[in-house]
Every structure is written in structure tokens, then in C-alpha cells.
């Protein structure tokens, strides 16, 4: 049932985000607050319907609730992403911020979670989570917090490019990310991993492993990676935004693509195992 729901919402959202660079102006606005929209019931659903409610209101309360918090005092006082306002493109605003801004937080924050918590030994088929509980930990907020954050070398550089929000002062910048300033990115990393380290205290253990019906959210996770590319360089004449998300978000992104892979074969190696050996053949032919 999670995982049926789950990929349902998965294949509307990646056929929303397929439509993305085929539109263009208020159309293309509206089709971006649907594609968060999407992300979020995505996310905080698999979460509900995985894992309970508690662990549904954990990641509410510190993705939502508290992306709209750092979203509101940065368009307030500039800490600590920059000096920046919110165009009327991207629905009703609160406190200057549009609803969805949180709600993006949110559908991302979820698959970054669980693809750490499965880099650091919290699957079934990870054998990548050796050492201390204490390292593990900080290997499992590190791996989050990069993988959140990294996203937003993708997202800016759009967003900007659409005029969905603008810099008042954007220097210094990463070098071909003119218009959006490097203390944008700190400010990520720094709230990603104020998030990442209040999510598992509030969701209790059931947030500490990740099972087969996770695999929606892992996808969604190397979608997002991999299709982010693609349209950067290629349909969104972006591509100095898909060489740093790229090399960003690889840092969690390549290592899940690899475990993926390899869970895949030692599955499809355990089914040939199992296959019964007809009388007479010779098996090693």
C-alpha cells in the first residue's frame, strides 16, 4: 500500500517535471507550485504511511515549520542566506516568504534522510556502516546535510534564472553563478544541518533504518540527481549550475546509485542460486 501510493505520486511529479521545460511564464509558475506541492505530499505521505505519525510530525515540524522560521528571518534581516525578496510569481506570501518555499524543505529533506541513514548501515542490504554509533551519527548528519543542501546548487540558479527571487548583493558568487551569493550556500548548510540533527531526536528509532519501502524516496532522491543534470545542461541552458550540483549532490548521490546497484545484483545472484537445476544439463555450459 506505501509503496504503491508512493510510486503513484513519484510518476505524477516526474511527469510534471518532464512538462517543466516545455513551458514557459505563468504557466511555468504554476506548474512549479504543483511540483512542490507534489514533493511535499510525496515525502511527508511515504513518511505517515511508512513509519507513523510521529515520525510524519517530526519532519513537519523541523522541515516546514522550520524552513519557513529561517526563510522568514532571512527575508527579515539577510542571516543567513543573503539579502534577498520573493517575487508574487510563487503563490501567497507570509511574512514575505511563499508557502511552498517550506514545503520544498520538506519534499527533499525526507530522501536525503533515508538515503544517509542507508549509507551509514540503516538498510537491510547496506554492509557501508561500520564504526562507532557516535561515528556513524555524524557520518549519517553529514551525508544528510550534503545531500539536502548540494540540492540547492541545482534549485538557486534556476529559480533566480526565472526570476522567482532576487539577490540585493550577490558577491561574492561561485564562479559561472553570478547572481546569488556563496553565503546563500552556507546558510543552507548551516540550517540543513540544524535539521538533520533535530529530525532523529524527535522521530524516535523507527527514522534509523530504511526497508524495501523506501525504494520510492530513493529514487526520487537519483531522479532528482540525475535528471537535475540534464536539464541544467541541456534544456535550461544552465550549465555551470548542473557542474556544481553535479559534483555537490554526488557526494550522496553516487554512493546510493552504487549501493542500489549492488543490492540489485546480489538479489538477481540469490534468485539464480535458488533456480532448481534441470536433470541432465551440464551447469557449467
Same mark, same amino acid.
Given at each position: 500500500?506505501?509503496?504503491?501510493?508512493?510510486?503513484?505520486?513519484?510518476? &505524477?511529479? %516526474?511527469?510534471?517535471?518532464?512538462?517543466?521545460?516545455?513551458?514557459?511564464?505563468?504557466?511555468?509558475?504554476?506548474?512549479?507550485?504543483?511540483?512542490?506541492?507534489?514533493?511535499?505530499?510525496?515525502?511527508? $505521505?511515504?513518511?505517515?504511511?511508512?513509519?507513523?505519525?510521529?515520525?510524519?510530525?517530526?519532519?513537519?515540524?523541523?522541515?516546514? $515549520?522550520?524552513?519557513?522560521?529561517?526563510?522568514?528571518?532571512?527575508?527579515?534581516?539577510?542571516?543567513? +542566506?543573503?539579502?534577498?525578496?520573493?517575487?508574487?510569481?510563487?503563490?501567497?506570501?507570509?511574512?514575505?516568504?511563499?508557502?511552498? &518555499?517550506?514545503?520544498?524543505?520538506?519534499?527533499?529533506?525526507?530522501?536525503?534522510?533515508?538515503?544517509? %541513514?542507508?549509507?551509514?548501515?540503516? $538498510?537491510?542490504?547496506?554492509?557501508?556502516?561500520?564504526?562507532?554509533?557516535?561515528?556513524?551519527?555524524?557520518?549519517? &548528519?553529514?551525508?544528510?546535510?550534503?545531500?539536502?543542501?548540494?540540492?540547492?546548487? +541545482?534549485?538557486?540558479?534556476?529559480? %533566480?534564472?526565472?526570476?522567482?527571487?532576487?539577490?540585493?548583493?550577490?558577491?561574492?558568487?561561485?564562479?559561472?553563478?553570478?547572481?546569488?551569493?556563496?553565503?546563500?550556500?552556507?546558510?543552507?548548510?548551516? +540550517?540543513?544541518?540544524?535539521?538533520?540533527?533535530?529530525?532523529?531526536?524527535?522521530?524516535?528509532?523507527?527514522?534509523?533504518?530504511?526497508?524495501?519501502?523506501?525504494?520510492?524516496?530513493?529514487?526520487?532522491?537519483?531522479?532528482?540527481? +540525475?535528471?537535475?543534470?540534464?536539464?541544467?545542461?541541456?534544456?535550461?541552458?544552465?550549465?555551470?549550475?548542473?557542474?556544481?550540483?553535479?559534483? $555537490?549532490?554526488?557526494?550522496?548521490?553516487?554512493?546510493?546509485?552504487?549501493? %542500489?546497484?549492488?543490492?540489485?545484483?546480489?538479489?538477481?545472484?540469490?534468485?539464480?542460486?535458488?533456480?532448481?537445476?534441470?536433470?541432465?544439463?551440464?551447469?557449467?555450459?
Amino acid at each position: 500500500m506505501t509503496r504503491r501510493i508512493s510510486w503513484a505520486l513519484l510518476a &505524477i511529479l %516526474v511527469l510534471a517535471q518532464i512538462c517543466y521545460p516545455l513551458t514557459t511564464g505563468d504557466t511555468r509558475a504554476g506548474l512549479t507550485v504543483a511540483t512542490v506541492v507534489l514533493g511535499w505530499l510525496l515525502s511527508v $505521505g511515504h513518511a505517515l504511511l511508512s513509519r507513523g505519525p510521529r515520525v510524519a510530525a517530526a519532519l513537519v515540524a523541523v522541515a516546514t $515549520g522550520g524552513g519557513f522560521a529561517i526563510e522568514a528571518i532571512g527575508v527579515a534581516t539577510g542571516v543567513p +542566506f543573503g539579502s534577498y525578496d520573493y517575487s508574487g510569481e510563487l503563490g501567497p506570501k507570509l511574512a514575505g516568504v511563499p508557502l511552498i &518555499i517550506p514545503l520544498a524543505w520538506t519534499w527533499m529533506a525526507w530522501p536525503a534522510w533515508l538515503a544517509a %541513514v542507508r549509507l551509514t548501515g540503516g $538498510g537491510s542490504t547496506t554492509s557501508t556502516g561500520g564504526g562507532s554509533t557516535v561515528g556513524r551519527w555524524a557520518g549519517r &548528519i553529514a551525508l544528510a546535510t550534503v545531500g539536502l543542501a548540494a540540492w540547492d546548487l +541545482f534549485l538557486d540558479p534556476q529559480m %533566480v534564472a526565472e526570476g522567482y527571487w532576487v539577490w540585493r548583493d550577490a558577491t561574492p558568487a561561485l564562479p559561472g553563478l553570478a547572481g546569488i551569493p556563496v553565503s546563500n550556500y552556507l546558510g543552507w548548510l548551516l +540550517f540543513a544541518v540544524l535539521m538533520m540533527s533535530a529530525l532523529r531526536p524527535l522521530a524516535g528509532p523507527a527514522a534509523e533504518r530504511t526497508d524495501r519501502r523506501d525504494h520510492p524516496m530513493t529514487a526520487l532522491y537519483l531522479w532528482t540527481y +540525475f535528471s537535475s543534470i540534464l536539464a541544467h545542461a541541456v534544456f535550461l541552458d544552465l550549465p555551470a549550475s548542473a557542474l556544481w550540483g553535479a559534483a $555537490g549532490m554526488s557526494v550522496t548521490a553516487i554512493p546510493l546509485a552504487v549501493t %542500489v546497484l549492488r543490492a540489485r545484483r546480489a538479489r538477481e545472484t540469490r534468485q539464480e542460486d535458488h533456480q532448481p537445476h534441470r536433470p541432465g544439463v551440464d551447469a557449467t555450459r
